[in-house]
């Protein structure tokens, strides 16, 4: 069977953490897919700066160059299937995708979420504002979420989760960093398990196989 060629799609001035975690876990062996290309739709990406040193494809795609979010899509659509990619890693892309992008990669969108999906996602909710809500809800735990993404923000189904703990003395920037580092582990064994062909998509349930014996 083919490796699996993933892609990787960022956004806003990203500092491309997950994106690099994919390639550590690739470069120790650990991913069982290549990555191929990272695209941004900010030139400033931090995560273009890291798919360059370690000699990805790099490509900056400006939203502005593009009359509605569906065009950019399509081009974005576009661009990863001439590439042959099979996943399609969200690693803090803020947009809005639309049904252009997600029809043509069924269930082969995956994003990368800073809490316990359906908790404290949908609009407005990314980045630093996600772990500034969870400390100001009192909430006792929130994790991390990797979930196939579908036509509603935050929404699709969930591949994995990893419950982190909010200490009594936490802030945003102390949760933040915990979560972070949970997020790297947990992006690359989704990304490992789905290039194995062992997330079962069945509605909104992600069915996990076991390892071929
Ligand atoms: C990550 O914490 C990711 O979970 C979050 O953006 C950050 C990107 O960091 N994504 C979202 O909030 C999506 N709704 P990174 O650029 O260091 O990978």
């Given at each position: 069977?083919?490796?699996l060629r993933?892609?990787?799609?960022?956004s806003?001035?990203?500092?491309?953490t997950?994106l690099?975690?994919?390639i550590?876990?690739?470069?120790r062996?650990e991913l069982g897919a290549?990555?191929?290309l990272?695209v941004?739709?900010?030139?400033?990406a931090g995560?273009l700066?890291?798919?360059?040193?370690h000699?990805?494809?790099?490509l900056?795609v400006?939203?502005?160059?593009?009359a509605t979010a569906?065009?950019l899509?399509?081009?974005?659509a576009?661009?990863?299937?001439?590439r042959?990619?099979?996943?399609?890693?969200?690693a803090?892309?803020?947009?809005?995708?639309?049904?252009?992008?997600i029809?043509?990669?069924?269930?082969?969108?995956?994003?990368?979420?800073?809490?316990?999906?359906?908790?404290f996602?949908?609009?407005?909710?990314?980045?630093h504002?996600?772990?500034?809500?969870?400390?100001a809800s009192g909430?006792k735990?929130?994790g991390?979420?990797?979930?196939?993404?579908d036509?509603?923000?935050?929404?699709g189904?969930?591949?994995?989760q990893?419950?982190v703990?909010?200490?009594p003395?936490d802030d945003?920037?102390s949760?933040a960093?915990?979560?972070?580092?949970?997020?790297?582990?947990?992006?690359?064994?989704a990304v490992?398990?789905f290039?194995?062909?062992?997330?079962?998509?069945?509605d909104r349930?992600?069915r996990?196989?076991p390892?071929?014996?």
């Open positions: 069977m083919a490796r993933v892609g990787v799609l960022v806003g001035k990203g500092r491309g997950n690099q975690a994919l550590d876990a690739r470069e062996g290549d990555l191929v990272v941004s739709t900010s030139a400033e995560a700066e890291r798919a360059r040193k000699s990805l494809e790099a900056f400006d939203p502005k160059q593009f569906e065009e899509d399509l081009a974005l576009q661009t990863m299937e001439q042959q990619v099979g996943l399609i890693c969200l803090g892309y803020m947009r809005m995708l639309t049904a252009t992008l029809r043509r990669f069924p269930n082969r969108i995956m994003n990368i979420h800073p809490a316990l999906l359906p908790a996602g949908g609009k407005g909710m990314y980045g504002h996600v772990h500034e809500a969870v400390i909430a735990y929130t991390v979420t990797v979930h196939f993404a036509e509603e923000y935050d929404h189904p969930i591949a994995l990893k419950v703990e909010v200490l003395d945003a920037d949760l960093a915990r979560v972070l580092r949970e997020e790297h582990k947990l992006y690359a064994r490992h398990l290039a194995e062909g062992r997330l079962q998509v069945e349930r992600v996990i196989l390892s071929a014996p």
